[in-house]
């Protein structure tokens, strides 16, 4: 039984569309979060949510928004895609706020815009 | 500079060797600290945890934190073909108002029969 689980696993689409990727966690978990890992395998933090509330927002386009329907489910929505959004798009989860226990990440989504 | 910096690797040793990966970071608010192993195609997965200054082990593993120097090490002992992986090292800072996990650029090992 997946633990973090994200929907689709592989996304190719053209620029300028709209859409949607999905997570969901069976972990209990109080705190989701959305990370970019870019060709240069970085990985950076994009969004995080604890229990469906918004907490970190960092310098994300607005064409990027997150939605979370209650604190198992994390959605990413992007708008108007470019080609400098082709990446991996991982979602993960914390056992609460502050992450000492480490994340636990889902298998990412590789998105790529031709 | 970026706050937390790991050379790239790839980093390529015998079957057997003893492999030291290295993170160095420039922000002394950091506290925890994390390596997480990632395959191919896959997401990364939790490997040791260290909160603060000290070393700790787990069985092949042994993860060390130098606060004073800014700097941490991850040990693999009697390495196997199956730690061929990208190693990322992860630190966070204690703080209130929610934090995110700061990675290194991760680095590539590849361990060969």
């Known amino acids: 039984d997946t633990a973090v689980s994200q929907t689709p696993k592989y996304l190719v689409t053209q620029m300028g569309n709209d859409k949607s990727i999905k997570c969901e966690q069976n972990l209990g978990h109080d705190t989701m979060y959305w990370y970019k890992q870019d060709s240069k395998k970085f990985l950076k933090i994009m969004f995080s949510?604890?229990?469906?509330?918004?907490?970190i927002n960092e310098t994300v386009p607005n064409r990027f928004s997150p939605k979370s329907p209650d604190k198992a489910h994390l959605n990413l929505h992007i708008n108007s895609l470019e080609l400098g959004d082709s990446a991996v798009y991982f979602c993960?989860?914390?056992?609460?706020?502050?992450?000492?226990?480490?994340?636990?990440f889902g298998s990412g989504t590789r998105l790529t815009v031709v | 500079q970026k706050e937390v910096e790991q050379d790239p690797g790839p980093l390529s040793v015998p079957e057997g060797a003893i492999v030291s990966l290295n993170c160095t970071y420039s922000?002394?608010?950091?506290?925890?600290f994390m390596w997480y192993r990632q395959y191919s195609r896959k997401g990364p997965e939790l490997l040791m945890y260290t909160y603060s200054s000290g070393n700790k082990e787990d069985g092949r593993f042994t993860a060390q934190v130098d606060k004073s120097s800014k700097y941490i090490s991850l040990f693999i002992r009697d390495s196997q073909p199956s730690d061929s992986a990208t190693y990322l090292c992860?630190?966070?800072?204690?703080?209130?108002?929610?934090?995110?996990?700061?990675f290194g650029k991760g680095t590539s090992l590849l361990v060969t029969p």
């Open positions: 993960a989860s914390s056992q609460d706020g502050q992450g000492y226990y480490g994340y636990t």
């Open positions: 922000n002394s608010a950091f506290q925890y």
């Open positions: 949510y604890n229990n469906k509330e918004l907490i």
């Open positions: 992860a630190m966070s800072k204690n703080s209130n108002s929610g934090y995110a996990l700061n």
